[in-house]
């Protein structure tokens, strides 16, 4: 079956941590041992091309993660000291996803026509077809003004979630408490006019509301979980999954273990020792599907290797293609085929065949 995986920071593991994509996980692991290399997530990564293919994974919204350096966080996610240097990164990273589409290994879908022929290309061919590519920048630090929005448009993004970790120059994210910064509300307005659409992913409870007040678009949560499951602000509020649905969200469940179930000690915890296996990841699509009362708003948004790699993932997860045990898993909740086809691919199929442009 078809899956979509509504968050992979494939070119950030791609530029930033050199890892080469076109290579089994395997091979990826095992170079990332051989030269030594050492931190979080080294030598344990989930993610590749040939692994998206095995696990049918054929669409996935790939981001742009280019951040500005703050203050007391972590240096392999921020930074960048100048919004001119985030600009151009994310720049490289997009081209690191037009060098591939040029290599046709990714189809970079920027409309609703090109979404629907993608979708009918690989059902027809899963094994040769390209990799479908939705654009995404994930904390808008590379967003040097608003008025820059349509060009960042232009260049193909269809995608903006405002903050990530801490602040960015428009919101508070993650991690921090307060509302926008003063060019937070044109930065909205641009999107909405250009047709960006926004993501609340990482939005601070304050700024979350403040950005649905401000923004009439199309509006979807990537990769987010579920607060009443897993105690932290990253998480979304009933009261929050209940206003994504009114708004006709979707909202990705995200497999990073520590979102998965309480009691996650970063950097100690093992996936094991608080039974965070796959299966957990059904307990936040159901969540949503029973304050929604259907399972037309549940979905998957992974961030597989978005910082960790198996040591931060459920401990039955080896490779992203194991997605595809979920259809098993979701059929013993009770879930039938129709919805369990929506939560893989059709719900963000049907989001996005209205939120792209139409020509
Ligand atoms: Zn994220």
């Given at each position: 079956m078809l899956i979509f995986d509504a968050h992979l920071d494939l070119a950030w593991n791609a530029?930033?941590?050199?890892?080469?994509?076109?290579?089994?996980v395997s091979e990826i692991r095992k170079r990332e041992i051989e030269l030594g290399l050492i931190g979080k997530g080294r030598g344990e990564g989930t993610v590749s091309f040939p692994e998206l293919r095995r696990g049918g994974v054929g669409l996935f919204i790939a981001t742009l993660l280019a951040r500005l350096l703050r203050p007391g966080l972590t240096p392999a996610l921020q930074r960048y000291e100048h919004m001119e240097a985030a600009y151009a990164a994310a720049h490289g990273q997009m081209a690191y996803y037009r060098a591939l589409e040029q290599k046709g290994v990714l189809r970079w879908i920027k409309d609703a026509a090109s979404l629907d022929a993608h979708v009918r290309a690989w059902n027809a061919n899963p094994q040769h077809e390209p990799l479908g590519l939705l654009l995404s920048m994930e904390?808008?630090?590379?967003?040097?003004?608003?008025?820059?929005v349509e060009e960042w448009f232009q260049a193909g993004?269809?995608?903006?979630?405002?903050?990530?970790y801490g602040v960015s120059p428009y919101a508070h994210g993650t991690g921090t408490e307060g509302g926008l910064f003063p060019l937070g509300p044109a930065l909205l307005q641009e999107m909405q006019r250009v047709g960006m659409i926004l993501d609340v992913?990482?939005?601070?409870d304050q700024c979350f509301d403040e950005a649905l007040d401000i923004y009439g678009g199309p509006v979807l949560a990537s990769h987010h979980n579920c607060r009443a499951l897993v105690p932290h602000q990253r998480q979304l509020t009933d009261e929050q999954i209940k206003r994504l649905i009114q708004r006709d969200a979707v909202i990705g469940t995200a497999l990073d273990a520590w979102m998965l179930a309480p009691g996650w000690v970063r950097?100690?915890?093992?996936?094991e020792e608080v039974g965070v296996?796959?299966?957990?990841m059904v307990n936040h699509i159901d969540h949503v599907c029973q304050l929604a009362g259907n399972a037309r708003h549940a979905a998957i948004g992974?961030?597989?290797?978005?910082?960790?790699g198996r040591e931060q993932s459920?401990?039955?997860?080896?490779?992203?293609?194991?997605?595809?045990?979920l259809p098993e898993l979701l059929r013993r909740r009770g879930y039938d085929d129709e919805a369990i086809a929506g939560i893989l691919h059709g719900n963000w199929l049907r989001f996005f065949r209205q939120a792209l442009p139409q020509n």
């Open positions: 530029l930033d941590w050199n890892r080469n994509l076109l290579r089994p904390g808008a630090d590379p967003v040097l003004s608003p008025e820059q993004l269809r995608i903006i979630g405002p903050a990530h992913t990482h939005l601070s950097g100690q915890t093992r996936p296996k796959l299966e957990t992974t961030d597989l290797d978005g910082g960790f459920p401990y039955d997860l080896d490779t992203i293609a194991d997605l595809q045990r």
